[in-house]
């Protein structure tokens, strides 16, 4: 394949187009219908118009934890913890914020400015960039008591109650993301009743989005990146639906960038669905064949970002940049709190 650079993935971005707070109503956000060089403004309100009775829609159900932890060394020096993943019960990987990275053994401890709660952690061993931690608690009862939204760089305020709201899906279930599956914030359950009484049908999957889709891409060849690692889970009741789905000629429709990333790493091998608990380091670029998905559901991508990548191998990197370019003419709402696009595969 021909050699793909990161600069050709760059755009110019006005500040004030990135979405700082959501909408009130989560399907009055903007829709962009992208089929191949022809745009289509609408609303996401719209969305039950541009589906075909027999569709089958893929939903990542996964839960956003409270992974963000202010906190001290037993010694007093400050920490901020970042949850990545958790690994048990009680264990988790985290990155680590200190002005001293802490060794093996070291005790951090969390409280509550209002309340006489304590919470105590022990740092382990490294994996990468990711410190292994050991609470003397059940994590998710850490995260409950002590751990703020762990909203997105670009946005500037500090998570608020608002926020354990709205930066989750109505529909989410597992817990364990680090950043929410953005495309299915647009869905309300009304919204959902109404695709399902047109006749379509709805899957869901788990893949708990980590920190490192934030991470951005260091090298100007990218066939030198190295992909983060996500964890994913297809059951077989679903694998068998996407399966009969793609052979009776039906579209599948990915809502969102994880529920994609899942199907096509769970088919990679056979072309099938291949159902299970794996992680993926599937990595997106144009010139990637697609097995499963036909057309998606997605919000606006960061420039130079792995999405924008894989977005621009299902519709064209040309007609990614046009509707891109209309996008910002016509004042959407970028990122995670932004608006979103229906786009068909080319």
Known sequence: MTEQY??????????????????????????????????????????????????LLVFNNTKVIKA??????????VIEAMLERITGVHTAISMLRASKSPKPGTRLLFDHPTEEKKAWATVGGRQGEFYELTFDEPV?????????VPLPPYITHIASKSDEKRYQTVYAKDPGAVAAPTAGLHFTDALLKEIRDKGCEE??????????????????????HQMHSEWYSIDSEVADKINSAKKAGRRVICVGTTSLRAVESASVETGMIQSGQRETRLFIT?????????????????????????????????????????????????????????????
């Open 6 to 55: 990161l600069s050709d993935f760059d755009f110019d971005l006005p500040e004030e187009l990135i979405a700082q707070f959501p909408l009130e109503d989560r399907t009055s956000s903007r829709l962009l219908h992208v089929n191949g060089l022809e745009l289509e403004d609408l609303h996401f309100r719209d969305l039950p118009s541009l589906l075909r009775p027999d569709d």
């Open 68 to 77: 963000r932890l202010n906190g001290r060394k037993e010694s007093g020096g």
């Open 140 to 148: 998710l009862d850490v995260l409950d008591d002590f751990g703020k």
């Open 203 to 224: 899957v869901f999957v788990t893949l708990h989005v980590g920190a490192g889709t934030f991470q951005p891409v260091r090298v100007e060849k990218l066939s030198e």
């Open 286 to 346: 144009p010139g990637y064949r697609f097995n499963v998905c036909d057309a998606m559901v997605t919000n606006f991508h960061l420039p130079k970002s792995t999405l924008l990548m894989l977005i621009s191998a299902l519709c064209g990197r040309e007609e990614i940049k046009h509707a891109y370019e209309h996008a910002i003419q016509e004042k959407y709402r970028f990122f995670s709190y932004g608006d979103a696009c229906f786009l068909e595969r080319k």
